[in-house]
């Protein structure tokens, strides 16, 4: 044969790859509020407003009266992809356990400003930290277009409610005294197990600055071997560790010299109290409470009168009912964000200067409905994600959204700089290290302002990526809602 060759077999170095549609696109059945020309809500709304009659005379290209025509019913700006879903917010969030080798990330600040400039550069004005009703929930928005019902809102630390983290972090420890209970349980199982592990190490540190538990440790040294069968001991053992967790507990608020609001509730807890048990879930649960950094001067000084108020009790069930009643209402936000919110802390203060404490229960509802609306819970965020392409269009943006990660080259080379490093570390007289050392300073403030010259570069690139998508955005809500 003319044509005989030997095969010859070689690899596909590269394959063709269909650019549009791609197997990455979002597949249109899964996505039904992407409509395509002619089919968005403002086509189809004004072709069920023109009737059978405008349908043909449109179809025949005579416009209808009192009709714009079809060439504004699909627009250059119209967008068929929603640039933000619920996944990519990436919540729930696990949190890092350290904070090394975490990428840099746009500041809230810097998000919303961003944000804030696509809505202006659209046309719309938006009310900014406001809450709108969806259903039966508040939702609190950071800007929104009442005209068009289009805004958005930034989910950080300061507004996560229920179910923004994952685990055990998600879920804020009950203070309720069965619960205060089971935690001292733990605590003394602990200490025993500690001892029954290495009795010369337990209460080692301790014994060395605390005179009490100096003798726990010497009584348990002394008399635990004279208890006799294993199971005695161990007895014993139970109650002298129970003795010290609960006394050392007490002895802290004794010798504690601070004056605030929390030492003189527990101080007043001591004094009401005789059951050491009864006295150590009540301090446990007065510290939960007592998280007050955000309070100002004069509404702590409101708080530290309740408590003067509560120290007053004629006998130990009075102090119980009006204590439990400080403490339950407390409770309601106890969270650093929620505590720095103003109109909380005077809401909170109002409610404790009746001192019938009776009606704090009745207004408690008032609290709840204001943690609600400062607070976004993961249920939410869902209900805002299936309210698009409806009533409301509200893009879901979180500050964990790998759009706020900014990237940038922190390695500076300065071989000058460098040699003067080496320069100076070999100088022994002083003088000239020391001119040195001037030089190297002189450099390092060129190495910071390049260092900063790069970060605002990939803070601005990142931000005008991050404005685009919201435009992108508020062009598909519009194109949904036949605006």
């Known amino acids: 044969m003319k044509n005989n060759r030997l095969l010859k077999v070689t690899p596909l170095v590269k394959a063709y790859r269909p650019k549009y549609p791609s197997f990455s696109d979002p597949n249109p059945l899964d996505h039904p509020e992407s409509r395509p020309y ?54 729930p969030y696990q949190p890092a356990m350290f904070g090394t080798g975490l990428p840099s990330r746009l500041s809230s600040r810097e998000v919303v400003e961003v944000l804030n400039e696509a809505f202006t550069a659209e046309g719309l004005h938006v009310v900014k930290d406001t809450s709108i009703k969806i259903g039966d929930q508040f939702i609190p928005v950071s800007a929104y277009s009442p005209e068009t019902k289009i805004g958005y809102i930034l ?25 205060r209970k089971k935690d001292l349980k733990f605590q003394i199982e602990r200490s025993i197990k500690s001892y029954n592990s290495d009795p010369i190490k337990f209460l080692s540190w301790q014994a060395g600055k605390d005179e009490y538990a100096a003798s726990i440790k010497t009584e348990l040294k002394l008399n635990l071997p004279l208890q006799g069968s294993e199971k005695k001991q161990q007895k014993y053992l139970k109650k002298k560790v129970t003795e010290y967790v609960l006394q050392s507990r007490i002895n802290r608020v004794i010798n504690n010299e601070q004056d605030n609001v929390r030492i003189k509730w527990e101080r007043s ?5 005789n059951d050491k048990e009864d006295v150590y ?71 404790v200067s009746n001192p019938d404490y009776t009606t704090w229960e009745e207004r408690c509802h008032e609290i ?19 309210n698009c392409d409806k009533e409301y269009h509200i893009a879901p943006f979180s500050i964990r959204d790998d759009r706020t990660v900014y990237r940038m080259d922190y390695q500076y080379d ?51 990526r991050l404005q685009e998508d919201m435009k992108g955005y508020i062009r598909w809500a519009k194109s949904q809602i036949g605006y």
Not at 69 to 85: C, E, H, V, W
Not at 309 to 332: G, P
Request: proline letters at 2%.
């Open 38 to 91: 002619p089919f968005t809500l403002k086509m189809l709304h004004r072709l069920s407003a023109a009737g059978f009659l405008g349908t043909v005379m449109f179809s025949c290209g005579v416009q209808a009266p009192n009709y714009k025509g079809a060439s504004d019913s699909k627009t250059s700006q119209d967008s068929l992809i929603n640039p933000f879903p619920i996944s990519a917010t990436n919540l």
């Open 414 to 464: 300065n071989e000058e700089m460098s040699a003067l490093m080496k320069k100076a570390r070999a100088e022994t007289d002083m003088t000239k290290k020391a001119k040195l050392n001037a030089e190297l300073a002189a450099l390092r403030v060129v190495a910071n302002s390049e260092m900063d010259k790069r970060r605002n570069e990939a803070i601005r690139a990142q931000s005008l």
């Open 269 to 273: 807890a001591v004094t009401h109290q």
């Open 155 to 179: 989910m950080n630390s300061s507004n996560h409610g229920d179910g923004m983290i994952k685990g055990k972090y998600g879920v804020e420890e009950s203070n309720s005294v069965k619960t």
């Open 281 to 351: 879930v009540t301090l446990s649960r007065i510290g939960s409470a007592c998280n007050l950094h955000s309070f100002k001067p004069d509404q702590l000084n409101k708080l530290e009168e309740v408590v003067l108020r509560i120290d007053k009790a004629t006998n130990r069930k009075a102090w119980l009912k009006h204590s439990n009643a400080l403490i339950e209402l407390l409770e309601v936000g106890n969270t650093n964000r929620i505590r720095g919110n103003t109109k909380y802390r005077e809401l909170l203060i109002d409610i």
């Open 368 to 386: 709840r409905e204001l943690v609600d609306i400062v607070q976004l819970s993961y249920e939410e965020l869902e209900s805002i994600a299936d």
